[in-house]
């Protein structure tokens, strides 16, 4: 159970922790304003792809 | 498009993996028998067999489309995202390169100091490292081909397509890999793992957020072929990022 604690928190976690949290509220918050507004189903796209180059730079510049 | 990018991600995904499981079981074989290394590694197989069987027809039954994809896109963003991070950090010589022949070295070092343990031919050290060794490598993989395979659809390549799909590039991966080992018989140092990892670092990030975009409510302007738009956006950041990080790291040796 201790290696399968480990792996989870490898695969998780790793050494960028800011790349999970931002994953995270990037999908919420996508999902959040789509569920709201329907009409920016289309527009969020790009956006969002936008977010999760933003957070690769992040942890990279965390490094 | 979508099912050759699922056999090609879960075989140079699964390729990686048995390369640095191979390096533990031969360190194990030459150190502790062949015979307990061999029936670890068998036993670990059979166990992500089973959790890939069992997991993967869970998922694609009980769990909606939608929030299937939701969930997998996230995992595989934050997996890919580790690979691609890890592939440019060690490309821009800011982490030391993955060494199989350092670490078979070590692996047989540390092995060779334990005292035989067990009856007859079978030797639990041995069985024991070499059982972990794959499952744990293997656990990736199977994650892989569980995630990826079940959100892919039904496109498929062969007659095969989801899950089975990606268990069969899987599957070549292994029996390349082990092919390999038996005739060299010794660490696979000279697999480019570091351009595998870079390359299924991005086809994951760029499923999992297409997957998780569309879970999400996204519509994707292009359909499917956002998915390439995504593969070459994600390809140019990681190819500018090595050299940015590259030329820092130069300079920063230099001053």
């Known amino acids: 159970m201790r290696y ?6 490898d695969f998780i976690v790793g050494d960028s922790w800011e790349t999970a949290v931002g994953v995270v509220a990037a ?11 329907a009409s920016l189903s289309e527009a969020l796209g790009p956006l969002f792809a936008a977010a999760i180059i933003v957070i690769m730079v992040i942890s990279l510049i965390r490094k | 498009m979508s099912g ?4 090609t991600a879960s075989f140079l995904a699964s390729s990686v993996e048995m390369v640095e499981a191979l390096t533990i079981i031969l360190a194990t074989g030459i150190t502790r028998g062949w015979r307990s290394a061999l029936i670890g590694a068998a036993l670990a197989s ?17 769990i909606p489309l939608d929030l299937l994809r939701l969930i997998v896109g996230g995992f595989l963003l934050i997996f890919g995202m580790q690979w691609l991070r890890k592939s440019i950090l060690r490309y821009a010589g800011l982490k030391a390169l993955h060494d199989e022949d350092r670490i078979f070295r070590e692996e047989v070092s540390e092995l060779s100091k334990v005292s035989p343990s067990g009856t007859g031919a079978m030797d639990w050290v041995g069985f024991t490292v070499a059982f972990k060794g794959v499952l744990l490598e293997g656990l990736e993989v199977a994650f892989i081909v569980i ?8 496109e498929g390549v062969g007659g095969l397509s989801g899950v089975g799909l990606a268990t069969a590039g899987a599957v070549a991966a292994l029996i390349l890999v082990l092919i390999a080992g038996l005739v060299l018989h010794r660490p696979l140092a000279k697999v480019p793992e570091n351009t595998m990892k ?7 990030m760029a499923f999992g957020t297409f997957w998780g975009g569309e879970g999400a409510g996204i519509e994707w302007a292009w359909g499917e072929g956002a998915i390439l738009a995504l593969l070459v956006t994600y390809g140019a950041l ?4 090595v050299h940015v990080l590259r030329r820092e790291a130069r300079a920063t040796v230099s001053a």
Not at chain 1, 4 to 9: D, E, K, P
Not at chain 1, 27 to 37: K, P, Q, R, S, V
Not at chain 2, 48 to 56: R, Y
Not at chain 2, 238 to 241: M, R, V
């Open chain 1, 4 to 9: 399968l604690r480990s792996f989870w928190y």
């Open chain 1, 27 to 37: 999908l919420g918050a996508t999902w959040f304003i789509i569920e709201h507004h």
């Open chain 2, 4 to 7: 050759l990018f699922l056999l």
């Open chain 2, 46 to 62: 059979v166990v992500l067999a089973l959790i890939i069987l069992v997991f993967g027809a869970a998922l694609t039954t009980f």
């Open chain 2, 147 to 154: 995630t990826f395979g079940s959100s892919a659809g039904s």
């Open chain 2, 198 to 204: 870079f390359a299924v670092g991005l086809v994951l």
């Open chain 2, 238 to 241: 990681g190819w500018g990022a």
